[in-house]
């Protein structure tokens, strides 16, 4: 796969899944409304996904290593990986209540991180060459810091305010 398709699809991936698991799960647990959560999923898959690619696109400009065609396939890479994944977590907010939703949004998210994670440690060319488990065990740390401190804002919101 192309290195700028690489780029895009992996930043769109990560970002779609944490930014859509942070809103959903402090959204969730502060207000346990469906609605709010899918307006703030669909929100997250439109308005965040154009911002990130135009971020994507402008790094990959500014980075002067690429060509106009490489820029805009990350930036259409980008756009589309976290519009994707981002309405994926649609699905467990519409067929179960919001709490077993939280979780099994949890659930997915933790898998589709954990499977980027090792084909990351698989690509020789991506220079992580020091194996599955510390790239995964990094990965999956990052994952649980930004869904705990999502859960802990959510919660604090719906204490105290």
Sequence with gaps: MKKSYKAGISFGLVSGVLTTLGLLIGLGVSTQSKVA??????????ADALSDSFGVHLSQESSGDNTQKQVWEATFATFFSKFFFALTFLIPILIFNINLALIVSVIWGLILISVLSLLISNDEEGGNRSGKLPVLAEHLSLFLLIVGLSYLVGFLIEKYI
Excluded: D, K, Y
Aim: no cysteine; charged share 0%; net charge neutral.
């Design 37 to 46: 959560v899918i307006g703030g999923i669909l929100t997250i898959a439109i």
